[in-house]
Nanobody
Framework: QVQLVESGGGLAQAGGSLRLSCAAS????????MGWFRQAPGKEREFVAT????????YYADSVKGRFTISRDNAKNTVYLQMNSLKPEDTAVYYC???????????????WGRGTQVNVSS
């Protein structure tokens, strides 16, 4: 059974940092891109960042560019999201996703985690 399990969410102050992790299990993820999405209350799920299997290709939403960094450790089947200079508008449930290919899209992702809550106070 394929599982993506996010961790590392919590409460942070504006300007602070959090590091999210997503551990994948249940199959090999060779060739799979991994990504992070988020959904704030009353809003649609939005793209945050994605990274290719080898890690050479990364893409970010404009809203997080320069503040967030996505990385992966394929030996551990884990993808990370380092979030710095957090803002109250970063408050959301953050989801990990996987898709066979170079990038992850919300509409075509093969697997999803259940999410981890991030709250940023002002």
């Amino acid at each position: 059974q394929v599982q993506l399990v996010e961790s590392g969410g919590g409460l942070a102050q504006a300007g602070g940092s959090l590091r999210l992790s997503c551990a994948a299990s249940g199959r090999t993820f060779s060739g799979y891109a991994m990504g992070w999405f988020r959904q704030a209350p009353g809003k649609e799920r939005e793209f945050v960042a994605t990274i290719s299997w080898i890690g050479r290709s990364t893409y970010y939403a404009d809203s997080v560019k320069g503040r967030f960094t996505i990385s992966r450790d394929n030996a551990k089947n884990t993808v990370y999201l380092q979030m710095n200079s957090l803002k109250p508008e970063d408050t959301a449930v953050y989801y990990c996703a996987a898709e066979l290919g170079i990038v992850v899209s919300a509409t075509t992702a093969n697997f999803w985690g259940r999410g981890t809550q991030v709250n940023v106070s002002s």
